[in-house]
């Protein structure tokens, strides 16, 4: 072993919170996080001593602040309000950028700082109260979480595209909606039928709900069947062609996930046992185009890339690794990471540590902060192999994926982020006309009735294309061939 690395990062705490354990009737997302850090400082067997330490803390965006809003209101200043209400006084406040991927973007980015001396600990802690919000618009509650703050924060909303405004004006509005163009184009190349990949799906996710059982904030923990995640059974209802209600992120949560980050240094110093360290030994990030303008449709080649980078700056392959938490917004998502490093030994249900989105819950952007939670729990419980966390933003559009270990890495991590994706494109005709090949299609499920089809399209001329069919008939649409006429705003097809 090398000499102890004095400024390695590396995660000493963590902590969660959800309105069942709080036991409040009308819990904040304030509430929540703060008692998430409370929790997370308790972890660390050095509360006092982290506390005084404690130099910045990083909030992730809530939905509240991402566009999303239930009318509560948020803080002016979130990582202020969070801070406050925890009892920790940092002088540096940043509120993440909107995205899945941000836990562990931010953890990537403090654990380089800390390394560079920038802070001494940080805390990167959020949390959501959604499932509080729809409860109080439902009974006609008005709630308001507000709060005034005079205090400068590093505000880092950026405006990068989710979804393209050709997207939107074909009416890719939602989630679920864009996750079923990935999803049909991954069953398409598979060459599978909808019941074939409705099967497969429904093993991933039944595999991943019996994982919830074992987490104590999970929201909505239930051991699927897979026949039971095809049915109607339990609210289950048809949102698109592809997708059922439990088949994607549950955004209805009461709960809340901190970390705190440090150097081994300072975690010494402060009296921190080493058996609690968990270092980060590997990082990297990519971000791709929107979706329609992607060569490849069926997966993702950011994903691929990060997480090829982060094991290589970790040094370790992907049939190394122990402890794995695949972000499982969506089948796809998970599909995507496993074809990219899945070994085939590993059972499905391996590829979480808490159930995912769906079953353990989708608290906005935060996710991953679970997530994490959880893979330092796992790693100081067995700590022989090192452990994956992907997190993903968009419509797989923005990756960042953490290696960790629970002894000193042999290579020391650089403090460096690995980068440097570049996209494969193809081109969009924006006036599209003549015969098209349907590659994709979308189309939502409103009380069982369907609705007009969206259809990513390869034309003639090998441009792609994006069009709308008002009544498509039942059954696959994949592969059919259209004819296309262009309109100002919204592009329409029609069977050949």
């Known amino acids: 072993m090398a000499d102890f690395d004095e400024r390695a990062p590396v995660l000493v705490a963590v902590g969660e919170a959800s309105g069942r354990s709080l036991g409040l009737e009308w819990p904040s997302p304030t509430d929540l996080t703060s008692a998430a850090i409370k929790t997370a400082l308790d972890d660390s067997g050095q509360g006092a001593a982290l506390t005084a330490a404690i130099d910045c803390i990083a909030a992730i965006r809530s939905f509240e602040d991402s566009g999303v809003s239930m009318g509560t209101g948020s803080p002016e200043n979130v990582p202020q309000a969070y801070a406050h209400a925890a009892g920790i006084a940092p002088q540096h406040f940043i509120y993440a950028d909107i995205g899945g991927q941000s836990p562990q973007a931010i953890v990537s980015e403090m654990a380089g700082a800390v390394r560079r001396g920038e802070y001494r600990a940080v805390v990167i802690a959020g949390g959501e109260a959604n499932g509080t919000a729809k409860r109080a618009r439902k009974q006609g509650k008005q709630l308001d979480w507000r709060q005034p703050s005079d205090i400068a924060f590093d505000n880092r909303l950026s405006s990068y595209p989710i979804l393209s405004r050709a997207e939107i004006r074909h009416a890719v509005i939602s989630m679920p909606l864009a996750y079923s163009l990935i999803e049909t184009a991954r069953r398409v190349r598979l060459g599978l039928s909808p019941a074939e990949y409705d099967g497969e799906m429904a093993q991933l996710w039944a595999a991943f709900s019996a994982r919830s059982l074992g987490r104590d904030h ?11 995640l095809q049915s109607d059974a339990d609210g289950n209802y048809q949102l698109t062609q592809i997708y059922r209600r439990w088949m994607v992120a549950q955004d209805a949560v009461d709960v809340a996930g901190a970390l705190i980050l440090t150097t081994a240094g300072m975690a010494r110093q402060l009296g921190i046992a080493e058996d609690k360290m968990i270092w980060l030994t590997g990082a990297a990030e990519a971000a791709d185009v929107p979706l329609s303008e992607r060569a490849n449709i069926a997966g993702s080649d950011a994903l691929s890339f990060a997480a090829q980078a982060a094991l290589d700056q970790a040094g370790v392959t992907a049939a190394q690794l122990g402890p794995v938490d695949i972000y499982s917004c969506f089948p796809c998502a998970v599909f995507a990471a496993i074809d990219a490093v899945g070994a085939p030994e590993r059972p499905l249900g391996d590829y979480t540590l808490t159930g995912g989105l769906s079953f353990f819950g989708g608290p906005g952007n935060g996710y991953a902060l ?50 440097g994706y570049q996209p494969a494109t193809a081109a969009l005709d924006h006036m599209p006309s003549g015969k098209g090949r349907v590659l994709s299609y979308c189309q939502p499920v409103v009380k069982d009735v369907p609705g007009a089809a969206t259809l990513l399209l390869e034309m003639e001329h090998g441009a792609r294309a994006l069009a709308m069919m008002a009544e498509p008939p039942p059954g696959d649409l994949a592969g059919a061939i259209v004819r296309v006429t262009a309109g100002e705003k919204r592009h329409q097809a029609a069977l050949e």
């Open 218 to 228: 999970a929201q909505f923990a239930k051991d699927w069947t897979a026949e039971a």
């Open 370 to 419: 679970h997530s994490l939670t959880a893979m330092v729990q796992a790693l100081r419980q067995n700590g022989e192999k090192p452990a994956m966390v992907t997190a993903n933003g968009g419509v797989m559009s923005k990756q960042a994926i953490g290696i960790y270990s629970a002894v000193q890495p042999a290579r020391p991590w650089t403090g460096e982020v690995a980068g």
